[in-house]
């Protein structure tokens, strides 16, 4: 457990603790779903964050009912538009902060109905947490993959119910949501195709996480782009490698999965929001994630 704690810590590239009387000043703490910033993604760079408007879309928090559990999710989507296509967003492990809900915005402008799920609320509020390593050990490592996926299962269901075009259906995350990304590439046979942002690979498994990307390569379902930094301290690029070999000895749509590694950018370089944030190969990432989806019919 300590490893992958470490492991995280250095993906992040955050310091392990936040000063919280200097967030309570800013006003910058998670207050609400899709609004705010985790307590442990500290420090922001409010001068690189992109901040999209709601004009023309209908946004907002929606609640999705999972046997006994009502998930909140983050829903934007086209205000004039009936049958959208439908992507999945999936957070970092701070959660779906203001970030996240930009990005299910921009996706709307794009003409998606964007969804992003609060996968950590059964076990905690990343929000409320001031140390990658504690947040880790009480609420991340503690969200079984299974879980996940069902909580997907009812987003794409629960979108159907509104109309939204469920056939057309993409999935998209970052960090921690770009590992699940890959995992549901391999569970959900309905999706289209998929856009992973420096997603892990492989790594221990356990009660809670069974299987990681490299495993499951055979069994993933459609094409998947993923975008990786060549500066990335916790995810190797050998270790894409080995993803890439392995997806193009995989049956059916899996083998035609392609990588894009900026060779200047470190993790989470899309996070406009943070120190790691490179505009360049973030816009470039944001393009040929939307490219990849129409390619592929979403």
Known sequence: MNNWINDTQALLDVPAQAPHHALNRRGLLKSSLGVGYALAAMPIMAQT????????????EVVIKVGNDQVPVYR???AQSTNAPVVLVISEIFG??????DVA???????????????FMR???????GEIAKLNAEVISKVPDAQVMGDLDACVEFAATE??????????????GGRITWLYAAHQPKLKTAVAWYGRLVG????FQTAHPLSLAAQVKVPVLGLYGGEDTGIPVSTVDQMKQALAKAPGAASRSEFVIYPQAPHAFHADYRGTYRADAAQDGWQR??????????
């Open 105 to 119: 915005r921009r996706l709307a402008k794009a003409g998606y109905y964007a969804m992003a799920p609060d996968l």
């Open 204 to 207: 221990q498994t356990n009660a």
């Open 76 to 78: 934007a989507r086209p």
């Open 123 to 129: 076990q905690g509020d990343p929000s409320s947490y």
């Open 163 to 176: 109309g939204a075009d469920t056939q057309r259906l993409a999935i998209t995350g970052f960090c921690w």
């Open 96 to 101: 779906v902060h203001d970030y996240i809900a």
């Open 49 to 60: 964050a992109i901040k999209t408007d709601a004009q023309g879309l209908d946004v907002g």
């Open 289 to 298: 994630m939307l490219a990849w989806f129409k390619k592929y019919g979403v």
